[in-house]
Structures are given as structure tokens and as C-alpha cells.
């Protein structure tokens, strides 16, 4: 089965992403970050940045501060727990201090805006994590800071792609009364202040699921998406695009995509040994 005949799709192998190992952290870019910079890898769209981070037991980011991004933490496996200069999550395990401990499925999300600092910390006793961080550059500068968290099953994600972010109600020209409502296009995902969706499907091996460009987002525009294979099953996942058998992925790999339109549908079939997580961001 072929589809999106007109797109083009250009593979962005795992060897050609940054890496660095700290001890602590062992991270991968897909996009220039930190001291790793490539020019044919600096943005897609409004996508700025995806690391794939691994970060062992009683480790992790220490308290920092972030501007004018939405930034997103997509955890597949371990613990990770969440602080913040705005608001407390939750108590849990007596801690005196507020918190928000992340496991699988969790999406915890931040709007950098007029500026905020927040820690990222492993605190389980022996097990490494192993989670995405993506950057999206929003639609304007000096918003007001929010967090939103959500968790989002896998027996959905075994049934089709679900949509995990969708474009705040409004727009860009947003309300005083919209941005406080944060009320998503689509029902039952994380407002994000980006022309911009992201979703995620665990696909069984000779499944096929089919993503749908633009979902959410602004009619007739054309679309850029970009799917990210993680590396969860030791090298066993593998994934083809568009039914083109010059556009099949690897644990860890990459795919840009462009030459398409809101509407279109992406074939993504599981090729592999093993079970296949896979994630997309759907961008203008």
C-alpha cells in the first residue's frame, strides 16, 4: 500500500543525531542542542528540539529556568519527578514539599513564557529512566507560565494513534479568558500554544496504523510532520512510512516529512520483531 505519493520523506538516521554521556545522563538530539550544533538539523517548523534522555536512579536536572518554549516530557519508562516555581502537583509518599512523580504514559508540559524554573529528578532507588524531552517554539513570546500534566494509556495507543497535544482554543489572538480556560481543539489533550499536534500508537509487529496531518490544527495549511522511532526494544522495532520501502526506520531514527496537507493520512506499519512506539509531531 503506497501513500502521500507527492510527500517527501527524508530519513534522519540515529548515528547522525548529538550524543553525550554524562554518567548520569545518557541523551541523544535529534535537533542542535547543548554543544552539539548542526545546521541541517536546527528546527522543523515549530519544532525545535527532541532528546531522547536516559537518567539513572537518584540523578537528574536540578532546578533551572526556561523561557518563551513549550516544552513537553513524553516518559516511557522509570520515574520522573516533577517540581516547579508555580505550582505543587501533588503530596505523595509524605513528602512535605509538592510534587508530581511522572511514570509511563505521563506527559507532563510546560509554557516557558515570561520565564519559569522547574526540576526534573529521578528519585527512584535503582531504576534509570528513560523519557523524550521536546521543544516547540510558540506562536509568541511573554505568555503567561503554565504546566498542564496528563496521562495517556496504552491500550489506547494499541488501538490507533492518540493525539497527546493539540492547539489552545483561540489561536495566537487567545483570550485572557481563553488562556485561563486552557481548553484544547481536541477534547481530551494538553493545550499548547503552537500551530502544532503531537501524538504516539504503540503498533504490533505487521500493524499498521494511520496518522491524520493536521488533526486540530488550521484548515488547508500545509503541514510538516516529523516521526521519532524510540529505542525501547533493544533494536527489534522497526517501522515503514508510506508503504515506500526506502523509508523504514530503525530504533532511534527519524523522519521528516513534508508535502502534505491537513486531511492527508500517514501510513506507519510495524516491521519489526516487537512491538513499536511511535511518536509524531504534526507542525505548520
Given at each position: 500500500m503506497n501513500s502521500l505519493k507527492n510527500a517527501a520523506i527524508s530519513l534522519h538516521r540515529s548515528a547522525a543525531r548529538g550524543h553525550s554521556d554524562h554518567g548520569w545522563l545518557n541523551t541523544y538530539h535529534s535537533f542542535s542542542f547543548a554543544d552539539w550544533h548542526n545546521p541541517d538539523?536546527?528546527?522543523?517548523?515549530?519544532?525545535?528540539?527532541?532528546?531522547?534522555?536516559?537518567?539513572?536512579?537518584?540523578?537528574?536536572?536540578?532546578?533551572?529556568?526556561?523561557?518563551?518554549?513549550?516544552?513537553?516530557?513524553?516518559?516511557?519508562?522509570?520515574?520522573?519527578?516533577?517540581?516547579?516555581?508555580?505550582?505543587?502537583?501533588?503530596?505523595?509518599?509524605?513528602?512535605?514539599?509538592?510534587?508530581?512523580?511522572?511514570?509511563?504514559g505521563d506527559v507532563q508540559f510546560t509554557t516557558g513564557g515570561s520565564g519559569i524554573a522547574h526540576s526534573e529528578m529521578n528519585e527512584h532507588p535503582s531504576e534509570t529512566v528513560h523519557f523524550l524531552q521536546i521543544w516547540v517554539m510558540p506562536w509568541k513570546k511573554g505568555l503567561t507560565p503554565r504546566y498542564h500534566t496528563r496521562h495517556f494509556d496504552d491500550a489506547a495507543k494499541k488501538e490507533?494513534?492518540?493525539?497527546?497535544?493539540?492547539?489552545?482554543?483561540?489561536?495566537?489572538?487567545?483570550?485572557?479568558?481563553?488562556?485561563?480556560?486552557?481548553?484544547?481543539?481536541?477534547?481530551?489533550?494538553?493545550?499548547?500554544?503552537a500551530d502544532v499536534t503531537m501524538g504516539a500508537a504503540l503498533i504490533a509487529p505487521k500493524g499498521a496504523f494511520a496518522w491524520k496531518v493536521g488533526g486540530g490544527c488550521t484548515e488547508g495549511r500545509a503541514r510538516k510532520v516529523f516521526v521519532h522511532l524510540p529505542m525501547t526494544k533493544g533494536g527489534k522495532a522497526r517501522i515503514r512510512l508510506a508503504g515506500r520501502a526506502g523509508a523504514e526506520l530503525d530504533e532511534g531514527d527519524g523522519a521528516f516529512i513534508e508535502g502534505v496537507s491537513t486531511g492527508d493520512e500517514l501510513l506507519v506499519e510495524s516491521i519489526g520483531e516487537a512491538e513499536a512506539e511511535v511518536v509524531v509531531v504534526d507542525t505548520a
Open positions: 538539523f536546527a528546527q522543523f517548523g515549530a519544532l525545535r528540539v527532541l532528546n531522547e534522555d536516559r537518567v539513572k536512579a537518584q540523578s537528574g536536572f536540578p532546578t533551572h529556568r526556561h523561557r518563551d518554549f513549550e516544552i513537553f516530557s513524553y516518559v516511557m519508562s522509570g520515574q520522573l519527578t516533577h517540581r516547579d516555581s508555580v505550582t505543587g502537583k501533588s503530596k505523595q509518599g509524605g513528602n512535605t514539599d509538592d510534587f508530581y512523580r511522572m511514570q509511563r490507533g494513534f492518540v493525539t497527546i497535544l493539540s492547539p489552545l482554543k483561540g489561536g495566537e489572538g487567545a483570550s485572557a479568558e481563553q488562556e485561563a480556560a486552557a481548553e484544547p481543539t481536541q477534547a481530551g489533550t494538553i493545550p499548547i500554544h
